[in-house]
């Protein structure tokens, strides 16, 4: 689900303290919160134009549909980690020696600015101390090699998917890591928002992560729970286009066919999902690749 095209890379920050705190204006980028506030940013390394019909069942095909490529970067106290890693500096590489030609055509992109870029470029981002994976196909996974002393952490079996599957979905050239830094982490049965297995990363419920699958056997969502009661969910791939969970449809027939591991389970979530909406409005849900989510943080706080 990757579509070609330049664009000038956006940065959004998200910093929320405690009832009373600063607002936006006043917090600025790079500011160091205290330890008990959740700050994240949205990393977008890449954008692209396709069709509304290609992203959800019943799409439109005369309506332009605009993706967004990145990561998450979230900090909390001294702890920082990314979810996911956008595309990186070596994605053209790694598209020419792994994407088989006949999948090629379905799977364009025009790179913006790698993680590793960003870093570069801002000293005020908190660094990453290690990765998480919403899940580990090639887009999610692309910028893995340009942080290759970071633990990347993912469960056993997203795991067993990476170090199995191939291209088009996976590129075993993105993970060329010592094992030492693979982190194979367990969920824990302990339901939370209407999915059964769950990991509570701080013991606050700050962070908690979901497991989903569907999309991939191990792929993760990720609740992030501010301190004045927002909430947001990163939910991955599980959709591409946020109106499929308003509207209960799973993705286009052939984007289905070549990107959904399990794809009954991705309507089951997608209907979790809905529900989730209905008990609490307030929930901003941000797929991985709709610009429109992304871009709404920012419009509005």
Known sequence: MIHRHLFPALFFLMTVLPAGGM?????????RAPADTVTFFLLPTARGETREMYTIAGGRFGAPFTLVYGAVLVARGKDVFLFDTGLGRRVDKQFEENMPWWAAPF???????????????????????RIFLSHGHWDHASGLPDFPTLPV???????????????????????????????IYPFEDKPYAGFEQS???????????????????????????????????????????RDQIENQQGKFWLSRMLADYDGDRVEEVIRKMRAL??????????????DRAWNEILGKH
């Open 23 to 31: 607002d936006m204006a006043s917090a600025g980028v790079g500011t």
């Open 107 to 129: 799977f364009e992109y025009k790179k913006g600015r790698p993680l590793a870029l960003w870093f570069e470029a801002d000293s005020s981002l908190p660094r990453p101390r």
């Open 153 to 183: 952490w993912l469960p056993r079996a997203e795991y067993d998917f990476i170090h199995n599957e191939g291209p088009p979905a996976v590129f075993p050239s993105q993970f060329i890591r010592p094992d030492s830094l693979w982190h």
């Open 199 to 241: 990991l509570d990363l701080y013991g606050d419920g700050s962070v908690i992560l979901v497991l989903m699958g569907g999309h991939t056997p191990g792929s993760v969502g990720m609740f992030i729970n501010m301190a004045d009661g927002r909430r947001y969910l990163f939910p991955g791939d599980l959709v591409w286009n």
């Open 277 to 290: 909406q209905l008990q609490d409005p307030g929930l901003r849900i941000i797929p991985a690749h709709d």
